[in-house]
Structures are given as C-alpha cells and as structure tokens.
C-alpha cells in the first residue's frame, strides 16, 4: 500500500505530467505540493488542443487536477 | 455491510477499472488510496473515446471518480 | 420520520437503483455505503443511454448519487 | 421566522414537490430528511421533460435539491 | 458596514427576489433563512424563460442562490 | 503584502464592479461582506449580454464571485 | 520541495499571470493572498478570447483559479 501523497513525494524533483480538468497537460519537474493537490512545478511545457507553450514555473490549484502520471 | 473504504482495502493490488467525470477510463492495479478516494494506480490503460494509451503508474484526485469496478 | 441513512441500512442486502449525475442508471444489491453516499453495490447491472452491461460489484463515491429506489 | 430545517419538519408525512438540479420533479410524501437535505420521499411520482414514472420510495442526495414546495 | 445575513435579517417578512443560478426568479415574502443561505419563501411566483407560476411557500437549497434583492 | 478581506474592507463605501459565474457584472457601492465572500452591494447597477438593470440593494451569495474591482 | 503557499509568498510584489475557469487571464503585480488562494493583484491587464482591458486593482476569489505563472 502507497498514499497518494507519499507517491508525490516520491516524485519531488522528478518529471511528471498533469492532467486539467479543462484537458490541459502540464509537464515539468515537481518540486513542491500540498494536502489540497496545490503543486508547484519547475520547467513546465503546457498543451491544449491547440497550441504547446513553455512557461518555466507554474502554481496548480489542486481543485483542477485529474491525474498526475510520473515520467 | 462493507464499507466502501473497507471494499477499497480489499482490492489492494488487484485489477481495478475507474470510471472518471470526463468519461475516461482507467485500469491498472490498485497499489493506493486515501479517504478522499485520492488513488495510486500501477501498470494503467487509459481510454477515452477516441484512444487507448498506456501510462505506466498514476495518482488520480479522488473528486474525479465516479465508479470502481473490481476486475 | 425516518433519517435518510436510516433508509439506506434498512435496505441493505435488498436490490436498489442507484441514479448517478451522468444519467448512468445501477442496479443491484446494497451492500455498503458510508456517511458520504459512497456505496458498494454486487450483482450490478449499469445502463446508459446507449447500452446495458454487467458489473458484478462497483464502489460509487457518493457526490455522483442523484437518488436511490429501493427496488 | 422560521428557519428553512423547521419548515422541512412541519412538513414531515404532507405532500411535496421537490425539484432537482437537472430539473426532474420528484412528488410524494417527505417521510424524512437530515442536515444535508438529503431527504427520503413516499409514494413518489418522478416527471421529467419525457415522461412520469412511479417510483415507490425515494431516498435524494440533498446536493441536488433546487427547491421543495409543500402541497 | 452591514454583514449579509444581517441584511437578509432586516429583509425578514419582506418582499424580496432570488436569482437562482438555473436563472429561475422566486418572488415573495422572506420569512426565515439560515447561515448556508436556505431560505423560506412565502406567497411566490416564480418565473423561468417560459413562464411564470405562483408557488405558494418555497424552501430554497441555499447554494442554488445567486443574489437578493429586497423589494 | 495586502490580504484579500483586507483589501475588501478598504473598499467598504466606495463603488466596486463585481464579476459572477454567469458573467453578470454588478457595479455598486459596497456596504458589507463576510469571510465567505458575501457581500451586499448598494445603488446596483446590473449588466448582462442584453440589458442593464438598476436592482437598488443587492445581496450577492458569494461563490457566485470571480473577481471585484475597485473603481 | 517548495511548498505552493510559499511559493506565492516568493512571487509578493512581482509580476504574475492567473489563468482562471472561464479561461481569462489576469497579468499584474501580485499583492497580496490567503490560504484560499484568493489573491490581489495591482496594474491589471485582463484578456479573454476577445478583449483585453486595464483594470487597475482586481481581488479576485481563489475558486476561480486554475494555475499561476510568474513572470
């Protein structure tokens, strides 16, 4: 048995890939989170389904996220 | 009368297949959850209605989930 | 007066019909829920728009549940 | 004054309708409720655009109640 | 400085009209409320894009509520 | 550092425009909000696609909020 | 590990992009939060898929919020 937090803990400092509820995907390097899901990640290329943006740093509110998969 | 936390704990490590808001559909092994149906899942297919795409490992938010089914 | 979790445990081990937010209609046994809603339903048999299928056993978290009929 | 939790148990064993978030109708007899709304309806009559249906009883996740008019 | 629940106070036994957020307007008396927002409504006509009823006593789900207005 | 209610009581008495959900914009002077968000809102002018309305006082239930700006 | 809060705590008084639900997107100076995320931004450029307007001073409520990028 994992927590899902302690499985995003293992993850710090590595590559993961967010899902939004509103279908976008943020990639980059985990470097911080919190009880509510709020992360904080590094490095980070954002698609839709139009367009792939780079945006160095990026704050998640935690209520937008549907799955996170390590890379 | 289980409890549905309970049902959770007993498929640990078992096939399970989620069913999310947007329609999505995960199967893999339940290697986590916490109480807010926050869940890690190991060796997940992921399908929507357009593809199936193999993912590896996954955290899903718990808010997201509408059903699992034990396989 | 009868306390709405009160209705749920007299029909535990009885055939229900469970009404999720998505229109997706469950039928089968009650056996588990919680203060939340989330239930543990056996001997499932799930129908949409489109089509019917058997599930066997299904965990619903409860912010799905529209209604219940005892059946 | 009267406060909206008073109102539901004046109402208790009298006819009302309650009309949900994805606007079905739900008539019958409130047999019960609790703090959430959650409520459980008898002898109910259930309308949507389409059709009427009977339904027997009815327990209701009170998150979807709009509004309850006594009848 | 006047606290909103105040103000619903000074609104007690008063006409007043609620914007619910299916854009729904209940007209009436306000004769009781608690702090989620439900409210009792008396002698209501309610009026959607179609048509306009009268309703009679009313018991508002608080979070369907958009705004007030005191008449 | 500024707190957001702190900024909300330095604007008590003066004219603010308030964005809702439903993109509804009400421009007034506001007389009172609570630690949800709540507000009550005086001499309220309301904009939507089609119309502008004067509603006097106005209480706003307060997750119907997206932004306030000072004017 | 940095966590979310005190990364905003890092970004007080510097440029940052809040992209919010309705996909508007708020540039300016970050000068102020809570524990909600509701946020105050000064020297607001706002744009939506439309427009973009000045709107000075802007609270805005943390519910709204999808993901902050500084500048």
């Known amino acids: 048995m994992i927590m899902p937090m302690k499985m ?3 993850n710090l400092n ?3 890939a967010l899902l939004l ?3 976008r995907v ?4 985990l470097s911080g989170y919190d009880e ?3 992360m904080v990640l590094d490095d980070v290329q954002e698609s839709d ?3 792939t943006r780079k945006l ?3 704050i998640i509110r935690g209520s937008n ?3 996170i998969v390590p890379r």
Do not use: A, C, Q, S
């Open 49 to 51: 389904e139009e367009v």
């Open 8 to 10: 995003l803990e293992e």
């Open 56 to 58: 160095g740093t990026v």
């Open 36 to 38: 509510y899901m709020n």
């Open 65 to 67: 996220v549907v799955r």
């Open 14 to 16: 590595k590559h993961v």
């Open 26 to 29: 943020l990639e980059g390097v």
């Open 21 to 23: 509820k509103d279908n």
